[in-house]
């Protein structure tokens, strides 16, 4: 089984990186928001599941073992398959993800692509204390969100956003967000498109 991968980004191309090992190029699928912070040429390191089915083999790639963790226990509930399961990943963050199980909240995993209500309410039962939410971290917030906030900026930029609008998004998530929502460069990335909508896009 392949868990885990570290190598050169040959291509980053919506939710699809071809990473290449010992001069093998592997393509593994990702979050879209996770893609964009994948640029070619740079050095990478992902944690993967290998998904074995009788026609195909794909792998799926995680920045961290958390984003694995979750991975797995969605495609163990009835009815989400990796696909889906990559799409909660990509629509919410970890800690959004276990706060919503916690809270019984399935109307956030219907918003996915691919997740009806019967599989959303599946998964709020089926996971139910199997994932713990995290207590808010202000201080790790403050140690790393400039380093977190430029990663954003530039990410919204290299889209074709300006930098004005770019560093007035960031700077207001970043001062309204909760700790947990901001910490990390994907759940930063993810709210800011949420906010900015896909319109904004080649401006």
């Given amino acids: 089984m392949i868990s885990s991968l570290r190598g050169t980004v040959l291509s980053s191309n919506g939710s699809t990186v071809v990473l290449e090992v010992g001069g093998v190029g592997f393509a593994v699928a990702v979050t879209p928001q996770h893609a964009l912070l994948l640029a070619p040429g740079q050095e990478a390191a992902l944690r993967t599941k290998l998904i074995v089915r009788e026609d195909d083999l794909a792998l799926f790639g995680f920045e961290d073992e958390e984003g694995l963790q979750i991975f797995e226990l969605l495609i163990g509930v009835t009815g989400v398959g990796p696909k889906s399961a990559l799409g909660v ?113 080649g401006r």
Avoid at 130 to 150: M, Y
Avoid at 177 to 184: C, I, L, Y
């Fill in 89 to 201: 990943l990509g629509h919410l963050a970890p800690g959004q993800i276990a706060q919503a199980i916690a809270d019984e909240d399935d109307a956030v995993f219907r918003k996915v692509s691919g997740i009806g209500p019967k599989t959303a309410k599946l998964i709020t039962v089926s996971l139910a204390g199997k994932l713990r939410v995290a207590p808010p971290a202000a201080t790790r917030s403050t140690v790393s969100a400039p380093a977190v906030g430029d990663s954003v900026r530039n990410a919204l930029i290299g889209l074709g956003w300006s930098e004005k609008v770019a560093v007035q998004t960031v700077d207001e998530l970043l001062a309204a967000g909760a700790p947990e929502e901001t910490a990390t460069v994907p759940a930063l990335l993810r709210l800011a498109l949420a906010q900015l909508g896909p319109a904004g896009v």
